[in-house]
């Protein structure tokens, strides 16, 4: 079986990215085959120690940014930029976190130049029946979690161990909130209430010391908490007393929730921290959109709002080393080109678009675009340009 060739990028476009796909510690867990077949940008190993030479030594070679792009046929880039896609030659693969269902102008350039994206966000594990069992990269996702509440606390000054004792609110339980809970216990948070829409006895590997209550959504649309010791109340009630409030809620675009209305936001505790892990703009605070470590917090009203959206930066090496480890297994398939993608339901459900004919449905309906090639803005779309 011929493999396609894989330039393996170890620079970002955007501010302060530092996670690279493959971690050089790696390497010799892959076969001598496979690694012939792929080719690293100059410096890759710098940051771990490893110089080009014996990066070199080690796999296909070593090419600068433009020659990857020009060369290889999978671009294998953790976090693209528009950029990166407008220098993708035609029918390029890119294979990283593009995030184009919200992001109008990556899914053109795919369309236009006939780009297939498989997208490490929907990588999952199944059974051999269909089932959900894990996403792929969730420890990435739990260091979301852990290096956004260590960041925005050391921002804030505060701590667990130290000062008053502080009340957190964690919204969901999937792999960025048990990051998150993992933060907040290792800052010396003791008062954390989990809201999650799985009753508590559904709640898989709970956590030590952490009380667990349900969330649920009314039939006028309102989230709403569901407690044993009162009836149910609108959620904003449980979030008014809290010190710090994590959202880790992988939202449906399609329908997503609003944790505190608008015209409710000044009932939040004076001083409060909210840790957005999940960061999707204009979803669950009116206020949500992302930031940057340049400018990581922003003050709304009596609140202090944290939403750097790729927090595991913060911890670079150690993320690299979990992607990496959840990466190889695959690395072969995916050089394997089309036919061998179909082999594995893993790759074969992550496959946003497909030289340049959308995939996922939530594409078109979050975009507004119509189902046919070449997915044009259906009339009256808000989003047409």
């Not at 493959?22 to 080719?39: C, F």
């Not at 940008?41 to 080690?58: C, I, P, T």
């Not at 809620?249 to 329908?255: A, E, G, K, S, V």
Request: proline share 4%; with cysteine.
């Amino acid at each position: 079986m011929s493999l396609l060739t894989v330039g393996i990028f170890g620079t970002s476009r955007k501010k302060q990215e530092k996670r690279v796909p493959i971690h050089p510690g790696h390497l010799k867990k892959i076969d001598g085959e496979t690694r012939r077949h792929l080719l690293f940008e100059e410096g890759y190993g710098l940051r771990f120690g490893m110089n080009d030479a014996e990066l070199a030594s080690m796999s296909g070679g070593i090419l600068n940014r433009t020659e990857l792009f020009q060369q290889c046929d999978i671009a294998l880039l953790a976090k693209p930029a528009q950029e990166d896609f407008n220098g993708m030659k035609a029918g390029t693969i890119h294979w990283g976190w593009p995030h184009c269902v919200q992001q109008r102008d990556v899914t053109q350039t795919a369309i236009d130049h006939r780009l297939t994206l498989i997208a490490w966000e929907a990588m999952h594990g199944w059974s051999d029946q269909g089932v959900w069992q894990s996403h792929t990269f969730h420890k990435n996702n739990e260091i979301a979690g852990y290096a956004g509440v260590q960041h925005a606390m050391n921002l804030m000054g505060i701590d667990g161990n130290y000062g008053p004792n502080r009340k957190a609110v964690v919204l969901s339980f999937g792999s960025v909130s048990r990051g998150a809970i993992y933060g907040l216990q290792a800052r010396g948070i003791r008062d954390i209430t989990v809201f999650t829409h799985r009753d508590k006895f559904l709640v898989t590997d709970p956590l030590a010391g952490v009380n667990y209550h349900l969330f649920d959504v009314d039939k006028g649309g309102h989230l709403i908490s569901l407690h044993p010791n009162h009836e149910p109340r609108p959620f904003v009630e449980e979030l008014i007393d809290a010190d710090i409030i994590v959202n880790g809620i992988l939202q449906d675009t399609d329908r997503p929730l609003m944790l505190v209305p608008e015209e409710q936001n000044n009932r939040l505790k004076a001083g409060c921290l909210i840790v957005d892990i999940s960061c999707d703009e204009g979803m669950a605070f009116s206020f949500a959109k992302p930031t940057s470590f340049e400018a990581p917090i922003f003050k709304v009203g009596k609140v202090f709002y944290y939403a750097v959206d790729h927090t595991p930066s913060y911890l670079w090496n150690a993320a690299t080393w979990e992607i990496s480890k959840a990466l190889i297994p695959y690395l072969s398939i995916v050089m394997g080109g089309f036919e061998k993608w179909e082999e594995s339901e893993t790759i074969r459900r992550a496959i946003e678009i497909k030289e340049g004919i959308i995939q996922n449905p939530k594409i078109t309906s979050f975009q507004n675009r119509s189902s046919e090639h070449p997915h044009l803005a259906l009339t009256g779309s808000s989003q047409e340009k």
